[in-house]
């Protein structure tokens, strides 16, 4: 039973291509041991090297600051040297780099390795998905993209709990070991990824030839203005990240009658949403046109998230815990259908000898979001009170139209995407 289970779930879960698999499975060995670490640096750190809590914050944001830029030029490296050999680099640096934390024993070494990883973290996810377009090709490459982020969030759920469960130990050499295991994990993924690239065909090989249009012709993505557009919108929309994990649990505890309690339950809620849902509505942005279908209905949807929020916010507590019941659950398919089209937008919109470094720009977005958002949701809207729902549902309508807009105005300027979008073969760039 527990095998027919198993096998059930991965058909749902995970790509039908083999490489589409191995990529999937990779990032769930890449996120267990991330979710392992993540979860218990910081207590290590504090609690058994000694290096103070406000060291350990300062580090997370000057290497947030510094990190924030790192996937356009390390985009742009990519491109140069290709994308799946770049990656494979990028995995091993990440693994050397993460198993040297076990090693750190005062605040200047914390601060190096935090800013270096933060950097190559930054860039991996654009990067993969550079490969993920080139490997994968077609319809298959956001359903691709999907497997690994409903994957990823498996993995990091399940490293979270590893990671309690070795708490309760309360040995250093513990930490020492998840610190190391999860360099390992790293490298672990660099050797499958770098099979799939070898049993593939070489498929993202170094572009040694001149470009088509040649390298001086290739317009920077910070000057490609509709494209910029198109990013800072979807950046807005992104801003569901923030009110999950940010605004939501502060404005429970605030400004509505229910208990803290339900806090972690509507995480819980979500996260299963994600697996669940992610995979499956992929398949309603295979095209382009479907895409920006898709965009346009996530923001709406936000927007009716909002209602529910300040429904939720001026009723007693039965009509309260419903309320923000539904508006988690609108929440998360509206993140869902956001992830998958920008997926697939952002992808076609970028130029293919350029690829790298636009969707290192595009992330941008995303980053951004996280850096600005906890400050706009939480310290200037949430005190306005009720009416802060209806401004931010207005924000994120426009945000979706805006993003509509760009994006149309992207393919008009580049006529060969829509072709591209319809094709089904990988791209023969190794």
């Given at each position: 039973?527990?095998?027919?289970?198993?096998?059930?779930?991965?058909?749902?879960?995970?790509?039908?291509?083999?490489?589409?698999?191995?990529?999937?499975?990779?990032?769930?060995?890449?996120?267990?041991?991330?979710?392992?670490?993540?979860?218990?640096?910081?207590?290590?750190?504090?609690?058994?090297?000694?290096?103070?809590?406000?060291?350990?914050?300062?580090?997370?944001?000057?290497?947030?600051?510094?990190?924030?830029?790192?996937?356009?030029?390390?985009?742009?490296?990519?491109?140069?040297?290709?994308?799946?050999?770049?990656?494979?680099?990028?995995?091993?640096?990440?693994?050397?780099g993460y198993g040297c934390?076990?090693?750190?024993?005062?605040?200047?070494?914390?601060?190096?390795?935090?800013?270096?990883?933060?950097?190559?973290?930054?860039?991996?996810?654009?990067?993969?998905?550079?490969?993920?377009?080139?490997?994968?090709?077609?319809?298959?490459r956001t359903r691709t993209?999907?497997?690994?982020?409903?994957?990823?969030?498996?993995?990091?759920?399940?490293?979270?709990?590893?990671?309690?469960?070795?708490?309760?130990?309360?040995?250093?050499?513990?930490?020492?070991?998840?610190?190391?295991?999860?360099?390992?994990?790293?490298?672990?993924?660099?050797?499958?990824?770098?099979?799939?690239?070898?049993?593939?065909?070489?498929?993202?090989?170094?572009?040694?030839?001149?470009?088509?249009?040649?390298?001086?012709?290739?317009?920077?993505?910070?000057?490609?203005?509709?494209?910029?557009?198109?990013?800072?919108?979807?950046?807005?929309?992104?801003?569901?990240?923030?009110?999950?994990?940010?605004?939501?649990?502060?404005?429970?505890?605030?400004?509505?009658?229910?208990?803290?309690?339900?806090?972690?339950?509507?995480?819980?809620?979500?996260?299963?949403?994600?697996?669940?849902?992610?995979?499956?509505?992929?398949?309603?942005?295979?095209?382009?046109?479907?895409?920006?279908?898709?965009?346009?209905?996530?923001?709406?949807?936000?927007?009716?998230?909002?209602?529910?929020?300040?429904?939720?916010?001026?009723?007693?507590?039965?009509?309260?815990?419903?309320?923000?019941?539904?508006?988690?659950?609108?929440?998360?398919?509206?993140?869902?259908?956001?992830?998958?089209?920008?997926?697939?937008?952002?992808?076609?919109?970028?130029?293919?000898?350029?690829?790298?470094?636009?969707?290192?720009?595009?992330?941008?977005?995303?980053?951004?979001?996280?850096?600005?958002?906890?400050?706009?949701?939480?310290?200037?809207?949430?005190?306005?009170?009720?009416?802060?729902?209806?401004?931010?549902?207005?924000?994120?309508g426009t945000a979706a139209?805006?993003?509509?807009?760009?994006?149309?105005?992207?393919?008009?300027?580049?006529?060969?995407?829509?072709?591209?979008?319809?094709?089904?073969?990988?791209?023969?760039?190794?």
């Open positions: 039973m527990t095998t027919g289970l198993s096998q059930r779930l991965g058909r749902l879960v995970l790509p039908s291509s083999a490489a589409g698999r191995t990529l999937a499975i990779g990032a769930g060995i890449d996120s267990l041991g991330t979710g392992m670490f993540f979860a218990s640096f910081a207590l290590y750190f504090v609690g058994v090297v000694g290096i103070g809590a406000n060291q350990v914050a300062l580090s997370a944001t000057i290497a947030g600051a510094i990190a924030l830029l790192a996937p356009v030029p390390l985009g742009r490296l990519a491109d140069r040297l290709g994308p799946g050999r770049f990656y494979v680099v990028l995995l091993l640096l990440r693994g050397l934390f076990a090693f750190v024993s005062d605040f200047k070494g914390f601060l190096v390795l935090t800013v270096i990883l933060t950097a190559a973290d930054r860039a991996s996810s654009p990067i993969q998905q550079a490969v993920v377009t080139a490997l994968i090709g077609g319809r298959d993209m999907a497997s690994i982020r409903a994957v990823r969030n498996i993995g990091l759920t399940v490293g979270f709990l590893l990671a309690g469960a070795a708490f309760a130990a309360a040995d250093p050499g513990v930490f020492v070991a998840i610190f190391i295991g999860n360099g390992l994990s790293f490298i672990v993924v660099a050797v499958l990824v770098r099979r799939v690239l070898s049993t593939s065909g070489e498929k993202l090989q170094r572009n040694e030839t001149p470009a088509p249009r040649g390298s001086a012709d290739i317009r920077s993505p910070f000057r490609d203005r509709w494209f910029m557009v198109f990013t800072v919108s979807n950046g807005v929309l992104s801003l569901y990240d923030t009110v999950l994990i940010v605004l939501l649990p502060i404005w429970v505890i605030a400004h509505t009658a229910v208990p803290a309690a339900l806090v972690p339950v509507l995480m819980a809620v979500n996260t299963v949403l994600t697996v669940l849902l992610q995979v499956y509505v992929a398949r309603f942005a295979e095209s382009v046109a479907a895409a920006i279908r898709l965009l346009v209905i996530s923001g709406a949807l936000m927007a009716v998230c909002c209602g529910f929020f300040a429904i939720a916010q001026a009723a007693s507590a039965g009509i309260a815990i419903a309320a923000i019941l539904v508006a988690v659950v609108v929440l998360s398919l509206a993140e869902n259908l956001q992830e998958v089209a920008a997926w697939e937008l952002s992808a076609e919109l970028s130029p293919e000898d350029a690829r790298a470094r636009y969707l290192g720009a595009f992330s941008l977005g995303f980053s951004g979001q996280k850096v600005v958002g906890p400050t706009l949701l939480v310290v200037a809207l949430m005190p306005a009170g009720l009416i802060a729902w209806p401004v931010l549902a207005g924000t994120f139209l805006m993003s509509r807009t760009a994006a149309r105005r992207c393919l008009a300027e580049r006529p060969d995407a829509v072709a591209a979008a319809n094709s089904t073969q990988p791209l023969e760039v190794k």
